[in-house]
Structure formats: C-alpha cells, structure tokens
C-alpha cells in the first residue's frame, strides 16, 4: 500500500498562513490525494481532495508536486478553530476505507 | 439538513457484556463505513457497506464482531464478548457512493466504549 509521511506537529500564529506538507513518493498514477481533520473530541472532516492539478475549496487549497510524490496543504490564514490533527491519505477505486496514519497535530497561536 | 448519528454517545459496560452500537447515516447515502479509533491513535477500518451488502469484511478485528444494515439505512454494530481491548470511540461514516473514490466521507460524533 502506499503511505504518507507528515510530520508529527506543527505550529502557526493566527491570520498567518499555514502549509502542511505531506509526502507519498510510492503513490500510484490511480490514487487519489485526500485531506481530512479532527478536531478535538469530534469525527474526522472532509477538507479537500486532488488528483494531479493544484486545488481549491472554501477550506483550503492543495498543492500537488509535478511528478505527485509530494503535496501541501494551505490554510490561508489560520484560525484558532483550525487547530486539529490533519491527516494526508491515498486512496484508489481499489478500496475507500480511509487509513489514517499519525498525522499533523496543527496548533494555532493568538 | 441532518448528518450521520450516531447511538449511544457512551457505553460502558463490564467484559463478557454484549454491545449494540447504532449508525443513521445521512439519507440517499449508499455506502457506510465503521471505524474504530483508540485514544490517541489513528482510524482503523472494520467494515464496509455499500447498499447492504458488505463487500469487505477485511477489518473486523474477530468473529466477536458483526455489523449489518437494513434498508440500505441504518447499521448495527454488535460486539459479543466484550474485551478491554474493544474499548475505543467506534466512528460511522456515509458517503454518497462508495464506488466513486473522490467521494467524501461524512462522520458521526461516535460511540466511546469503554469496558470495564
């Protein structure tokens, strides 16, 4: 299966922009790049997904490298309400069961 | 409009108990998802339904553990025997179709078990 690797934790001050890297250089041309978020003592949350071009939603945008071994996730100006743990997943038509792994525990300074 | 609910919020019960954990998923939702997550670890997959057929089984982590759906709505998920390994938040999702992979996932709040 191909994983992703993110880093444990990272920090951010409010209304600052934030960029969540995550790496999968063992993905497939077939597998989907998708983001989810928990919040603290709530069920995950859809946040975005991608393919192969750059991403945009009310949420976030997506970032894809050129040759998909690599992706970053932007919040464009954090809010407190934005701390949570992000998780980077791959997913293909094989199986849509989300695996989540550690993830990025965000935290979000005033 | 309404998401996926969840039943009970909390369940304690003693080992050897038998527990029932209950899923509505968010109407016209074809595919349903049961996940169990210990404290502070990541998601693991139990079951996957899509209508109510399970086509994959592959998660369920004993024979202890069964789940189905009526109605391609609600879903059970029944625990025979608890063990303190069973206690975890079990976590239900729906998605729109399960065949289509860039269909996003909707969670319920989950069901702590906690067995004593």
């Known amino acids: 299966d191909a994983k992703t690797t993110q880093p444990n934790s990272m920090e951010s001050n409010e209304e600052e922009p934030v960029h969540l890297p995550c790496n999968h250089s063992?993905?497939?041309?077939?597998?989907?790049i998708h983001w989810y978020r928990q919040l603290p003592s709530q069920g995950p949350e859809y946040v975005i997904h991608g393919l192969t071009s750059n991403v945009n939603n009310r949420m976030a945008s997506l970032a894809i490298a050129e040759d998909r071994k690599s992706s970053t996730l932007i919040l464009h100006r954090a809010t407190l309400r934005d701390a949570a743990v992000y998780y980077c997943i791959l997913l293909n038509n094989a199986g849509n069961m989300l695996t989540f792994g550690g993830g990025t525990r965000l935290m979000v300074k005033p | 409009g309404a998401g996926v609910s969840q039943s009970p919020s909390n369940k304690v019960t003693e080992k050897g108990k038998d527990v029932e954990l209950r899923c509505d998923p968010i109407s016209g939702h074809t595919a349903l998802y049961w996940y169990r997550q210990r404290l502070g670890q990541g998601l693991e997959f139990l079951i996957y339904?899509?209508?109510?057929?399970?086509?994959?089984k592959s998660g369920l982590p004993s024979d202890r553990f069964s789940a189905e759906r009526t109605g391609e709505s609600v879903s059970t998920l029944t625990i025979q025997r608890t063990q303190q390994e069973d206690s975890a938040v079990y976590l239900c999702?729906?998605?729109?179709?399960?065949?289509?992979?860039?269909?996003?996932?909707?969670f319920g709040p989950g069901t702590r078990l906690t067995v004593l």
């Open positions: 063992t993905i497939s041309g077939t597998d989907y």
């Open positions: 339904f899509q209508g109510n057929s399970a086509p994959d």
């Open positions: 999702a729906s998605s729109l179709d399960g065949g289509r992979v860039y269909n996003e996932q909707f």
